[in-house]
């Protein structure tokens, strides 16, 4: 499925969550789904299987949703796109879904990545700089740790890399040197 479908799925999911004010519902809703999505090889691939009637396809993805609890919009939608026979691009749809959903609540989504745990000062820091560099009204700030970076932080938001670690920066100064002739050299 392209990318353009999976934007026009969630488009038009979003649309009906925020009209019925429901968004972070129906996000949670997609989430739990989707846990339960990829953990279950067997129920991913029933519901893609051409052998199966589409009103046995929509009986399995429907206990399935009885037993998640969901229900109203979030059970029509997900009913849709096993019927539309969409699910083999779910990852993509919810994706698209939660992009969307950032976008109506003015949020970004950033990944803060560094040597040793930051603490929550430091967060509340980088959250503020993110929010002033992206002009968003809210962060939802991933930290991680990988002590391969030595020291410094590596920042993603979006496509965008703020990187500021000292394996980069020692590194830069490796290639600068391997790059410059050596002394006597003319």
Known sequence: MST?????????????????????????????????????????????????????????????????????????????????????????????????????????????TSAVPLGAEMLGQIEKQIQHLTGKDSVLLTADVDPALIGGIVTRVGDMVLDGSIRTQLSTIRNQLLGQPAIGEA
């Open 4 to 112: 353009a479908v999976a934007r026009r799925y969630a488009e038009a999911l979003s649309d009906l969550a925020a009209e019925q004010d429901i968004l972070e519902k129906v996000s949670a809703d997609l989430a739990s789904f989707g846990s339960v999505l990829t953990d279950s090889e067997e129920l991913s691939s029933a519901l893609q299987n051409p052998g199966l009637s589409g009103e046995e396809r929509l009986a399995v993805i429907g206990s399935l949703l009885e037993k998640l609890k969901i229900d109203g919009i979030s059970r029509n939608f997900l009913s849709l796109v096993v019927e539309n026979g969409r699910i083999g691009a779910y990852t993509e749809i919810a994706a698209a879904y939660e992009q969307r959903l950032d976008e109506r609540l003015g949020r970004v989504r950033a990944t803060v």
